[in-house]
T-cell receptor
C-alpha cells in the first residue's frame, strides 16, 4: 500500500461510453499526476496538478478531461475513446511537483476500449 | 523530447549482482530516479540521485554522473523477488519527469 488508491482497477468501455477514473491520496501531498502506461512503451505523463491547479497538460487529446477538486482527489473523465487508448492509467502524488520528492503511485486502472 | 535509454532485458542468477545502465539526454536536469515495477503492480520508488556519486540503500545502489548523462542501478545478492521491471526516470529543467522504457530483470534459481 502506497497511500494512493485508484478505482476502478479494471474498466472495459465502448467507444461511445463516458466513464471516470478516480484517484485518492492519503499522504497529505500537494501534487497529483496522471500517467498512461501502454505495452512496450514508457510511462507517459498526461497531467500534473499542483495545489489543485493544473500545471502540465502534456498534449493530451481532449477526450481525456482531468478534474482536481482538492489536493487529495483526482479524476480522469473519459469520453469517445479510441481502441488505442487501452492502457494502464496510473495516478501518482508527491509533496510538490517542482522538487526532489519522489512520486508515489497508485495500483492503476487497466482500461480496455472496445 | 527527452531521450532516456536503458537495456530492455537482463537475466541473472540468484545471489549474483546485476547492473542496469541508464543514459539520458534532457533539457536541463533536476534529478534522476529509479523505480521498481512488478508485473501488474504500481511502480515503487527505489532511489534518487541529484549529485554525482553513489547512493547506497541496502542491497540496492545507484550511481550518477551528470557530465556523462549516465546512471546505473546496482542490485546485489539477487533474490527471486527482485524479478521486475526497473524504470529510470529523469526530471528535466522544468521539473517534468520522463521515464525510460524500463529494464526487465529475470532472476533464475
Amino acid at each position: 500500500e502506497t497511500g494512493v488508491t485508484q478505482t476502478p482497477r479494471h474498466l472495459v468501455m465502448g467507444m461511445t461510453n463516458k466513464k471516470s477514473l478516480k484517484c485518492e491520496q492519503h499522504l497529505g501531498h500537494n501534487a497529483m499526476y496522471w500517467y498512461k502506461q501502454s505495452a512496450k512503451k514508457p510511462l507517459e505523463l498526461m497531467f500534473v496538478y499542483n495545489f489543485k491547479e493544473q500545471t502540465e497538460n502534456n498534449s493530451v487529446p481532449s477526450r481525456f478531461s482531468p478534474e482536481c477538486p482538492n489536493s487529495s482527489h483526482l479524476f480522469l473523465h473519459l469520453h469517445t475513446l479510441q481502441p488505442e487508448d487501452s492502457a494502464l492509467y496510473l495516478c501518482a502524488s508527491s509533496q510538490r511537483w517542482d522538487s526532489s520528492y519522489e512520486q508515489y503511485f497508485g495500483p492503476g486502472t487497466r482500461l480496455t476500449v472496445t | 523530447g527527452q531521450n532516456i535509454d536503458q537495456p530492455t532485458e537482463m537475466t541473472a542468477t540468484e545471489g549474483a549482482i546485476v547492473q542496469i545502465n541508464c543514459t539520458y539526454q534532457t533539457s536541463g536536469f533536476n534529478g534522476l530516479f529509479w523505480y521498481q515495477q512488478h508485473a501488474g503492480e504500481a511502480p515503487t520508488f527505489l532511489s534518487y540521485n541529484v549529485q554525482d556519486g553513489l547512493e547506497e540503500k541496502g542491497r540496492f545502489s545507484s550511481f550518477l554522473s551528470r557530465s556523462k548523462g549516465y546512471s546505473y542501478l546496482l542490485l546485489k545478492e539477487l533474490q527471486m523477488k527482485d524479478s521486475a521491471s526497473y524504470l529510470c526516470a529523469v526530471r528535466d529543467g522544468d521539473y517534468k519527469l520522463s521515464f525510460g522504457d524500463g529494464t526487465t530483470v529475470t532472476v533464475r534459481a
